[in-house]
C-alpha cells in the first residue's frame, strides 16, 4: 500500500462523529444540521429540465475536455465575471466533476518529487483538507500560513521562512475562504504572484464560494481578474477551480471547472484522460445551461443575505459576530472550547455545527481554530432563524 496513506487524517465530519459518539441529541427540538457547507435552497427548474431532457446523451462515452457547449458557456461566463479580455475555452477551460476531485488531483500534476529535497505545498489554515491530502499523496510536505482575526484572516506570507518557499512547488488558496469568508484584495494577489515569479510555485486558486456575496455592485475579486489587472498575459503559472454546488445548489451534479494558463491545462487535461474524469454528458448540458443564467444565482444571494441579517440581528449583543466578506460561513468565537461547544448545542440544542480545531492543524505555536465553530447557513431562512436563537441560548449560560 502507499505509505502516504498513513499520513491522512480522518475527515473532520467522522471527527464529529466520534465527538457525538455516547452523546444523546434533545429529542424535544427538531434537530438543525449546519455543519456542512451543503446548500439547502432548491435546485432551479431549468436545470432540473436540461438534465432530464439530454439523458439520450448516457449512450455515448464523453470526453475528457467535455462539450464545446459547456466550455464555450464557462468561458463565456468566466469573461463576464471577470472582466476578462478574453479566455480560450479550446486551452483555458477544463470541465471536472465538481472543485473537489480538480482541487486534488490537480498535485498529482504538478509536483515534482524526483528533487532531492521533499517539494513544498503551502495551505491557509484553517483549510479545505482535500488540500493536505493531495500534498501529502503526491509526495509532498504540507506547510500551512495561519489565518487570524488580528490580522483580518489575510494570508501573512512572511510566516513561512525562506527555507518553505525554496521548496514550494504548489500554494493552495481559498478565496472567499472556507471557513472565515475573508477575501483576497488586489495588492494580496500581487504579493503572492511576486512570489510565484521569484520561486516558481504554481497558485492553485479555489473560488466555489465566489458568487454568495452581498454587494451586487461588488463582487468579489477573483485570481484571473487580478491577473490581467496586472498585466498577467496567460495566466503565469496560475489555476482557478469554480463550481456549481453552492452557485447554482446543484452539489449532486458534481460540476465545476479548472481555467488559467494553457500549459499547465495541457498537462492537466492528459492526467485527466488517464484518470477517467469526464462528466457525464446529461450533467454537462445541465452544466452549460447553469453558467448562462444569473437570475437564479442573483435569488440565492439575495437569500445568504437574509440568513447572514437575521443571524446577526439574534447574536448581536451574545457574541461578537459580523458579516463575512463573502461566502455562507458564520466563524464565531466560542466561550468556552469549541469541541465542547460543539457538544454542548449538539446535546442540549439539537443544532449540529463544526468546532473550528476540525478544520485546522497546529502550525506556528497555534491552532487557528481552536475556539472557533463554523456555522453553515445553508438551510431556510426560518430554519437559521431558530438555530440562532438555539446558540443564543446556549451564549446566555456560559
Known sequence: MNPNLNLLQPYPFQKLRQLFDGVTRNAALKPIELQIGEPKHATPGFIRQALAGNLDGLSTYPTTLGIPALRNSIAAWAKRRYNLAGIDPETEVIP?????????????????????????????????????????????????INTLPENHFKLDYGQLPEA????????YVCSPNNPTGSVMTLDDWRALFALSDRYGFVVASDECYSEIYFDEKNPPLGALDAAQQLGRTGFPRLVVFNSLSKRSNVPGLRSGFVAGNAQLLEKFLLYRTYHGSAMNPAAQAA??????????????????????????????????????????????????????????????YNVTVLPGSFLARDAHGVNPGKDFVRIALVTSPEECIEAMERIKRLLQTL
Open 164 to 171: 518553505v518557499w525554496s521548496r514550494t512547488q504548489l500554494i
Open 287 to 348: 452544466s452549460a445551461a447553469a453558467w448562462g443564467d444569473e437570475v437564479h444565482v442573483i435569488e440565492n444571494r439575495r437569500l445568504y443575505a437574509q440568513k447572514f441579517s437575521d443571524a446577526i440581528v439574534v447574536l448581536s449583543g451574545t457574541t461578537e459576530v459580523q458579516m463575512p466578506d463573502a461566502s455562507f460561513y458564520l466563524w464565531i468565537k466560542t466561550p468556552i472550547s469549541d469541541t465542547e461547544f460543539t457538544k454542548r448545542l449538539y446535546q442540549d
Open 96 to 144: 471536472v466533476n465538481g472543485s473537489r476531485e480538480a482541487l486534488f488531483s490537480f498535485a498529482q500534476t504538478v509536483i515534482d518529487s524526483s528533487n532531492a529535497k521533499q517539494p513544498a505545498v503551502v495551505c491557509p489554515n484553517p483549510f479545505y483538507q482535500i488540500y493536505e491530502g493531495a500534498a501529502f499523496l503526491a509526495g509532498a510536505e504540507p506547510h500551512f
